[in-house]
């Protein structure tokens, strides 16, 4: 029975192996596929919920509990359906929120019957497949997307070489915008703090060679050729977090608590001050940082029309753009989203999805702080990536983004697993069965 113990564990671990691998590789390969790449972790976790040792205790129905209770935040998602211009574009808003809660709480109730050999193969997995994929995403951004080019040309019927973003001449891939790029630099930003936790429980000085520093030197190639404002600024974020909450962990909370609070009351005004400043005609900012600012400005000017329950999900954005013929006159135009998580809850959700939204976030925060201490600075440094790039980056319901905080956080929940001691089972008879 021991024997046949030891065959079963070794076949689950080089599963681990491969799967922790290829979640990493599908999600920075095609950013959009980050939802399979999550659901594919649930899976693995599932299976490992069905086959669990019996002698370890599994704490499956509480975790899950937890989330399910916090269907509250996609459920008035879809109530806005009833005042929202896009009814559809809601319900859709919801279940993309709803599936990384769950999926969190399948793979956080998982992750502590995993035996010594899984565990050590879902560490060396992810920490492969982020050691290769951020050193190919750094080679193709400072090579002006040459790899990609040349994986698009080699195979045009990839999912991503089908997008807006890739055109084709005469054969040829040719990025029309810059989307597919800075979205890998986004979901590679969202995998650093498991990373960084990961390089401690590297065990030879060959990992350290072949997988550490190759890292390390990729991600800091990559950070400094993106063009991704959005990822530069959540790794300054989330750096400073983390630091801040190894050395003054009561300080960080009380910090991060009251900005995190600050931020949702401040948002609105701060713009419209912003507005007023004509911030967005600054000399030194970047044209698509002025963009933005701009339409900020437009969309805090919504928000005072419905500030109480927002205009829903889906309630298209809309700014005042000055016309260059007529320097007098402004014209009113769209914009899908505005490139401002907490901006976009208060337009579409209003004042009680800020009360909503707000104190999940506190939540989160109280449940980091129940985690073991080695873990819990990288999880307030995830937290702070998670919220910067919500500020300044994508549409907050696109479902690659939410499905990208959701894989990073399980990956880092079960990375930071203490290896379990070897439970020797009884043997079991036919009789008994």
């Not at 046949?4 to 076949?11: P, Q």
């Not at 990609?148 to 070489?161: I, Y």
């Not at 912003?274 to 911030?279: D, G, K, L």
């Amino acid at each position: 029975m021991g024997k046949l113990d030891n065959r079963i564990e070794r076949t689950l671990a080089v599963a681990a192996f491969i799967q922790f691998f290829f979640c990493v590789i599908l999600a920075v390969a095609i950013p959009k596929a980050t939802t399979v790449s999550l659901g594919i972790l649930v899976a693995g976790s599932l299976f490992v919920r069905l086959l669990h040792v019996p002698g370890r205790t599994m704490d499956f129905t509480v975790p899950i509990a937890r989330w399910l209770a916090l269907m509250v935040l996609p459920a008035w998602i879809a109530v806005s359906s009833f005042w929202s211009d896009d009814p559809e574009a809601a319900y859709t808003a919801a279940i993309c929120l709803a599936f990384p809660m769950i999926a969190y709480g399948v793979v956080a109730s998982s992750s502590n019957v995993l035996p010594t050999q899984v565990v050590r193969a879902c560490h060396n997995g992810f920490m492969a497949g982020v050691a290769l994929a951020v050193v190919a995403a750094a080679i193709d951004v400072m090579s002006e997307q040459g790899l990609s080019r040349w994986v698009f040309s080699t195979w045009p019927n990839l999912p991503e070489a089908q997008t807006r973003h890739v055109a084709f001449e005469n054969g040829t891939a040719v990025f029309v915008s810059e989307a597919t790029p800075n979205r890998r630099a986004i979901v590679l930003v969202c995998l650093l703090p498991a990373f960084i936790h990961g390089i401690s429980k590297l065990r030879t000085r060959a990992q350290m060679s072949l997988i550490a520093i190759p890292g390390l030197l990729g991600y800091g190639a990559l950070l400094m050729s993106t063009r991704s404002l959005t990822a530069q600024m959540a790794v300054g974020a989330g750096a400073l977090v983390f630091l801040a909450a190894i050395y003054t962990p009561r300080i960080n909370l009380l910090g991060l608590s009251s900005a995190w609070i600050a931020i949702w009351i401040l948002v609105v005004p701060s713009v419209l001050l912003m507005a007023e400043a004509r911030f967005d005609q600054a000399p030194w900012l970047p044209p698509s940082a002025a963009e933005r600012v701009e339409i900020w400005s437009g969309v805090a000017q919504d928000v005072r029309d419905r500030p109480y329950f927002g205009h829903g999900v889906g309630a298209e954005a809309y700014t005042s753009v000055l016309d260059k013929t007529h320097e007098a006159d402004t014209t009113r135009v769209s914009a899908h989203h505005p490139h401002n998580g907490f901006l976009q809850i208060w337009h579409e959700l209003g004042g009680f999805g800020v009360v909503l939204f707000s104190v999940f976030g506190l939540w989160l925060m109280g449940r980091i702080r129940l985690l073991p201490q080695d873990v819990t600075a990288h999880f307030y440094g995830l937290f702070a990536i998670c919220g910067a790039i919500s500020a300044t980056g994508f549409g907050l319901w696109q479902h690659w983004h939410l499905s990208a905080f959701g894989l990073a956080a399980g990956l880092l929940r079960v990375v930071s697993n203490r290896e379990q001691p070897k439970i020797h089972q009884p043997t079991v008879s036919m009789e008994t069965l």
